[in-house]
C-alpha cells in the first residue's frame, strides 16, 4: 500500500493517543491559536488560508479564504461561525472519526477562524445520531475552556471566544448550509433563498461563515505550516493539500484514507483499498457521495481533484467513494438511492417534494418487472424537470444516480422493462360474428 504523509490523521495512529487534551498539547497542538494571537492579524490568517488554496471539504469544494474573506469587516453587531457537522452523506464516514479521535484539532482551527472573522460565538451542528461524538465535543470544549483556549480573555488576550455543541434532528437536508441554519435558529430545517447569503444574512441575519469539520481541521496545520506548504500539496492549483476519502462497497479495505488530492481512483481502489472484495471486475463507482453520479472502469484513471472529476462528469463531492462489483443492478442501486432522497426531501420544493415520490414509484416498478414501454422517457424528462429548479442541490443531488446509470446501464433498464413486457399477458382478441 502506497504510504503518504498524514496530516488530520497524524495524531490518532500514535499508540496511545486518546484525543484528550493532554495528548494534544503534547502532540503540538494550539500552538498555532497561540500563533495567531501573538503574531499575526486576523488579515493575515485569512491571506494565508487563501494562500494555501485550501477548499471546503464539505462537497461544494469553495475557497475557504475567500469565504471568510466575504464577512464584512465593519459589521458593528455579532458575527458567527457554524462548523457544519452533519456529516449525513451515503457513504461518507470522514468527519465522524475527526470528531470522535481528535476533536481539540477540529476545535482550534474553529477558534482560529473565529479570529480571522471577529466572531465571539462559534457553534458545532453535530448529526442527531452522533451521541458518541457529541459527547466527546462537549468534554473537549469543556477541557479548552478550563486551560484558557475558549471563553473570556482567551490566553490573557481581550478577546472573548465561546463554542457551543447543537445536535441536530437527524434530517439530511441541514447539510446544507441555509438549512443548518435555519435548524439552528430552531425554525424547520430547510433551505433559504440565496441571495442574500451567510457572509452578510446568517444566523440570525448576522455575518456568518459555515465551514466543514475537516475543513477546520486543517487551519491549524496551515497556520503552523505555511499556506505555500499547503498548496504545494496534491493538484495544483485549485486542488491543494490531503484529502479524507472514504472507501466502502466491494473493496477488501473499506476505510478512511487520508491521501494527497490528485492520486487516481484506480490507485485509491485497487493499491489502497486492494481491490475488488471478491476478485470480480468492478462494475461502477460512486466517486463523492451518494449524490454524486456514477462513474465506470472507463474512469478508473481519473485524478481525484475537483477538476478532473468534474471533467468526467461527476463530482468530489463529500469524498464517500461506494465501489460496486460486476454483478450490481445499476437499477437496484439507483432505487436505494432514490428511496433514500425520497425520504430525505424537505418538501420545500415542489418539483423535489412530488418529483422524488413519482421517480421513486417508477424505479420501483422497473425493478420489479412491472415497467412500462415509455418509462425510461418518463424517468428523463422528470429528472430534467428537477435539476436547477429547486432551492438548495439537493435537486441535483437525488437525480445524479438515475441520470448517470441511464446513461452508461440504460440496457438494463431496457432488459427488465423487456422481462415485464414478456411476463405482461396478452390483450385476447375478440372474434367477429359474420351474420
Not at 451567510?198 to 496545520?221: D, F, R
Request: a neutral charge; charged letters at 25%.
Amino acid at each position: 500500500m502506497p504510504q503518504y504523509e498524514k496530516i488530520l490523521l497524524k495524531n490518532m495512529e500514535q499508540p496511545g493517543y486518546t484525543g484528550s487534551l493532554a495528548d494534544y498539547e503534547k502532540s503540538g497542538g494550539y500552538q498555532a491559536f497561540r500563533k495567531v494571537l501573538k503574531d499575526m492579524q486576523p488579515d493575515q490568517v485569512i491571506e494565508e488560508v487563501k494562500k494555501s488554496s485550501l477548499r471546503g471539504r464539505g462537497g461544494a469544494g469553495f475557497p475557504t479564504g475567500v469565504k471568510w474573506g466575504f464577512i464584512p469587516k465593519d459589521h458593528p453587531g455579532p458575527k458567527y461561525l457554524c462548523c457544519n457537522a452533519d456529516e449525513s452523506e451515503p457513504g461518507t464516514f470522514k468527519d465522524r472519526q475527526l470528531m470522535e479521535r481528535d476533536p481539540h484539532q477540529m476545535l482550534e482551527g474553529m477558534a482560529i477562524t473565529c479570529f480571522a472573522i471577529g466572531a465571539e460565538t462559534a457553534y458545532v451542528y453535530i448529526r442527531g445520531e452522533f451521541r458518541l461524538g457529541a459527547k466527546i465535543l462537549n468534554k473537549a470544549v469543556e477541557e479548552a475552556n478550563a486551560a484558557g483556549y475558549l471563553g473570556k480573555n482567551v490566553l490573557g488576550t481581550d478577546r472573548t471566544i465561546n463554542i457551543y455543541i447543537h445536535a441536530g434532528a437527524g434530517a439530511y437536508i441541514c447539510g446544507e448550509e441555509t438549512a443548518l441554519l435555519e435548524s439552528l435558529e430552531g425554525k424547520r430545517g430547510q433551505p433559504r433563498f440565496k441571495p442574500p447569503f451567510p457572509a452578510t444574512h446568517g444566523l440570525y441575519q448576522k455575518p456568518t461563515v459555515v465551514n466543514n469539520v475537516e475543513t477546520m481541521a486543517n487551519i491549524p496545520h496551515i497556520i503552523n505550516r505555511g499556506g505555500e506548504w499547503f498548496a504545494g500539496i496534491g493538484s495544483p492549483p485549485k486542488s491543494c493539500g490531503t484529502r479524507i476519502f472514504c472507501l466502502s462497497g466491494h473493496v477488501k479495505r473499506p476505510g478512511n484514507y487520508e491521501v494527497p488530492m490528485g492520486i487516481t481512483f484506480r490507485e485509491f481502489i485497487y493499491d489502497i483499498g486492494g481491490g475488488m472484495s471478491s476478485d470480480k471486475p468492478i462494475k461502477a463507482f460512486i466517486p463523492g457521495g451518494a449524490s454524486a453520479p456514477f462513474l465506470t472502469p472507463e474512469h478508473l484513471d481519473v485524478k481525484m481533484d475537483f477538476e478532473s472529476v468534474a471533467m468526467a462528469g461527476s463530482m468530489l463531492g463529500s469524498g464517500g467513494v461506494t465501489v460496486m462489483e460486476e454483478g450490481t443492478s445499476m437499477v437496484w442501486a439507483a432505487l436505494r438511492l432514490m428511496e433514500f432522497f425520497y425520504h430525505e426531501s424537505c418538501g420545500k420544493c415542489t418539483p423535489c417534494r412530488e418529483g422524488s415520490s413519482w421517480l421513486t414509484q417508477i424505479l420501483q416498478r422497473i425493478w420489479t418487472k412491472q415497467g412500462r414501454q415509455g418509462d425510461l422517457d418518463l424517468l428523463t424528462e422528470l429528472c430534467k424537470n428537477i435539476a436547477g429548479r429547486t432551492i438548495c442541490a439537493f435537486g441535483e443531488a437525488e437525480v445524479g444516480p438515475i441520470q448517470s446509470t441511464l446513461h452508461h446501464f440504460r440496457h438494463e433498464y431496457e432488459d427488465l422493462i423487456r422481462e415485464a413486457d414478456a411476463m405482461r399477458p396478452k390483450s385476447k382478441e375478440i372474434p367477429v360474428f359474420n351474420h
